[in-house]
């Protein structure tokens, strides 16, 4: 099964998606984290895609479709994969429908995470992640147990780079511009479940694994 989270910056898809793979059986494929630690590694393209990151606009098509694809088709779990992040603009969704179709797969299920952009900045803003083991922290409402510290391995916790007010704006811009018409592309094929993403994060994921749960029942009946 593959599934795609959707939604817009700070929604949650993270937060979700980390929890959803773990009670499906799935890889976890998030592409913002595939292109931090591509600029982590000091790589070539690491110092490209850093300068479209840090200004709150998307990585040009062919760069992430590379990057991504070639981890869809070659999943480290056998049910398949979540995404988290990718797709984010048509071009990208036909990319993956066509590469999935090669393999006779598809994508199974769209969850999109809907929550208001007044919520989102504070989201964004209090984020706090582990620069060790990726786990996220929100200085209120989801702190870790000693401030700055992550509880998993005891790193200092970071601060993205884009996440600051002004760069999240961008990215919001980003999202209604390139990414929204995505919902319209896979509402089309039927694939959408909205999930209101605003409630506490045990209830979000309750809703979630209760739709994926729903469409694996379909698929195997
Ligand atoms: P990416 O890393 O994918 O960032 P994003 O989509 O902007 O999403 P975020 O990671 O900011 O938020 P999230 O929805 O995962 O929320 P989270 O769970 O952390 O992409 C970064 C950049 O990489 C892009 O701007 C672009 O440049 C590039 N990029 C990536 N993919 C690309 C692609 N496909 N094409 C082109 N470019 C691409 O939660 C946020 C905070 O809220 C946390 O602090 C969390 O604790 C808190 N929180 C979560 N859920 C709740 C809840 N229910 N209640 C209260 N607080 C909550």
Do not use: W
Request: hydrophobic share 45%; charged share 25%.
């Amino acid at each position: 099964m593959n599934v795609v989270v959707l939604g817009p910056p700070g929604a949650g898809k993270g937060t979700q998606a980390v929890r959803l793979a773990e009670a499906f059986g799935l890889q976890h494929l998030s592409s913002g984290d595939v292109l931090r630690a591509e600029r982590q590694s000091g790589t070539e393209l690491g110092g490209r895609v850093a300068r479209y990151m840090d200004s709150g606009a998307l990585v040009p098509d062919e760069i992430i479709v590379e990057v991504i694809l070639v981890r869809v088709l070659k999943p480290t779990r056998p049910a398949g994969v979540l995404l988290d992040g990718f797709p984010r603009t048509l071009a990208q969704a036909e990319a993956l429908d066509a590469a999935l179709a090669r393999a006779d797969k598809r994508v199974d299920l769209v969850v999109s995470l809907v929550v208001a952009d007044e919520l989102i900045v504070d989201r964004i803003t209090g984020r706090r992640v582990c620069p060790t083991c990726g786990a996220v922290y929100h200085v209120k409402s989801l702190p870790p147990r000693k401030a700055g510290v992550c509880d998993k391995d005891g790193a200092v916790l970071v601060h993205r780079t884009d996440d600051t007010a002004a760069v999240v704006k961008e990215r919001l811009a980003a999202y209604q511009a390139q990414t929204r018409p995505l919902e319209v592309y896979y509402r089309n094929k039927g694939l959408v479940v909205e999930v209101d993403g605003t409630s506490e994060v045990d209830t979000v994921f309750g809703r979630a694994k209760k739709e994926i749960s729903a469409r694996l029942g379909e698929a195997r009946a």
